[in-house]
């Protein structure tokens, strides 16, 4: 069994997620989605088939840049999206509320605490995830989510950060598999070919982090979630992803697990 992003019938997936999105936000009884737009692709393929499947295009766009942080072209990205589609977005600066929460937290402790690259990261994910709830439970609408399989696999994300969401609607397609449907759906080529990139500190880029592309990924991730790899059959190298896919695969799998409960009989 292999893997070719290429070979999926992506008219009838648009058409299924379409109606999997209208389907959710009416049996919420929510006025709409609130969704965050990076400027990358996967936020941007959310929006566009969000648009497609709402009515009245009840949507709002929340544009939360970390400036120093977020690349100037990212942020015009997802501003020129939002027009494209014509739905409302706000751009909400994130700096001040992270510089509150650290002066907070910091300000507890004696002594100098170490800063953590990772747990200041996470910390920007958690403080977006609040600002698109906010606006949830103040407009009666509901959060999309825009992860793919590839970084729900590999736990490429961040625990009630980005992954605190009430609908996922692409998470069931690689990340190849969301290029693909990109430019079905008329997404530029910019970003479609952009690095892809949480940009939770300086030049962050996905691949770069996980140290491997998403072409050398999907295919090993599509055999491990099917059981069909031969590791004999492997490359030297693909042994090394297939590893490394394996082990990110195990250690984050409590991410997508609800909360352990302690059950008293």
Request: net charge negative.
């Amino acid at each position: 069994m292999s893997y070719n992003p290429n070979n999926y019938d992506y008219s009838g997936i648009i058409e299924k997620i379409g109606k999997f999105i209208l389907n959710k936000t009416l049996e919420s009884n929510s006025n709409g989605i609130v969704i965050g737009l990076s400027g990358g692709i996967d936020s941007s393929v959310c929006l566009a088939l969000a648009a497609k499947s709402l009515p009245n295009h009840n949507i709002i766009g929340l544009i939360m840049p970390m400036n120093g942080i977020t690349p100037e072209d990212d942020e015009m990205d997802a501003v020129n999206l939002a027009n494209k589609y014509n739905i409302e977005y706000r751009t909400i600066p994130i700096n001040n509320i992270e510089d509150s929460f650290k002066a907070e937290i910091y300000q507890s402790y004696s002594n100098e605490l170490n800063e953590n690259k990772v747990a200041q990261g996470n910390l920007l994910a958690r403080i977006r995830m609040s600002i698109l709830y906010y606006h949830a439970n103040l407009l009666n609408r509901i959060v999309i989510g825009t992860g793919d399989k590839s970084e729900a696999m590999l736990g490429y994300f961040t625990k009630y950060g980005d992954g605190g969401v009430d609908i996922a609607p692409i998470a069931d397609l690689y990340k190849t598999q969301v290029r693909v449907i990109a430019k079905e759906l008329g997404i530029s080529n910019k970003i479609i070919n952009k690095k892809s990139g949480p940009r939770l500190w300086i030049d962050h880029d996905a691949e770069d982090e996980l140290n491997m592309t998403y072409d050398e990924i999907d295919p090993i991730l599509f055999q491990y979630s099917n059981n069909k790899i031969n590791e004999d059959s492997l490359s030297q190298e693909q042994k090394i992803i297939f590893n490394n896919i394996k082990d990110r695969n195990v250690r984050n799998n409590h991410k997508s697990r609800m909360p352990e409960i302690c059950i008293l009989d």
